[in-house]
């Protein structure tokens, strides 16, 4: 897949399909687009071209949900839309400017001159342009005029993919590990810089890699305990492991943090990004009456990991 962040500076684009859309989370349903695209290029003896925007376009639309969350950073959403085939993603500042153009000249003077699309793959909800007033009808009036073909995606895979996409928001929140992982069709991960924590845990004989995630956008699991696996950027291996989010109020923190320990494993990595999978909720964060206690259940707590890892 070739990646194109400049659009002063794409390439000619063989019988070009392309869709537009976000993809936050690369989930399930927009999967199935994305075969749609493929297929498509492949009968058009074309390429596929994913538009994406950078930041979320509700951001810069609608900046009553600035404290909006992601399922996936940008670069992860990159790493996942490789995976899928697709030759080209093409990624759009998504700016005022940008999103203040008419209609008429979004379709003319960027779609039409950048991409001379084939076809173009799109929901019959989807708006574009100022306001948000440029519409499905107003492709179709077009169409003619600039010789492409117009597909459009399936009311009830876009159904899917906005509700998909609220549901896997709220089932991460929530630590609802099974509903997420099922919607999304692979495990969620996010990434942290591993920093320095209390160093209490390796007295309690379970050393923790305290993470602080990087990207304010990105959307962290609910408090609770979690069975994981976790590898280092860089590092092919994959080590099982054990995650607490939480306030840690056995030890009166005040902090919500997120801490892993990895089985097997004894290394210092403080400075290094760790890479953690959420394979599955074990149970919630407990204020125990002593550390005694609290090891005796992350004990437990191992042996329950190991049974799901
Ligand atoms: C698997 C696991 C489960 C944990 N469960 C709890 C818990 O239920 N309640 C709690 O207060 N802290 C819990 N903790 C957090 C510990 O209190 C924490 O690891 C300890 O304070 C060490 O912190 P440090 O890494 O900053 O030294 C858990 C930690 C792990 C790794
Ligand atoms: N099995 C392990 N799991 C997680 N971190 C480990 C492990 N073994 C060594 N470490 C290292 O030790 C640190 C955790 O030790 P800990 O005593 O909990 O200190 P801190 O409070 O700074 O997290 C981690 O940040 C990591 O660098």
Redesign the pocket.
Known sequence: MQIHRNIEALPGFKNAVITIGTFDGVHEGHRKVIRQLTARARAANGESVIITFHPHPRKIVNSSILGLRLINTLDERIELLEALDVDHLVIIPFTEVFANQLPEDYLCNFLIAKFKPHTIIIGYDHRFGRNRTGDYKLLELLQQKYHYELEEIPKHILDNISISSTKIREAILKGDTATTNHLLGYDFFFEGEVVH?????RE?G?P?A?LKVTDEEKIIPGNG?YAVYASLTGDPQRFKG?M?I?L????N?TKRTV?V?IFDFDTAIYGQTLRVYVKQFLRE????DSLEA?VQ??DR?KIDSLAVL
Not at 197 to 201: A, E, N, V, Y
Not at 248 to 251: D, E, I, L, S
Not at 285 to 288: L, M, T
């Open positions: 924590g209390d160093k209490l845990g309690l379970y923790t305290n305990i054990m607490s939480g840690r109020p056995t030890v923190g801490e320990n964060e407990v204020r125990f609290m259940q992350i707590d």
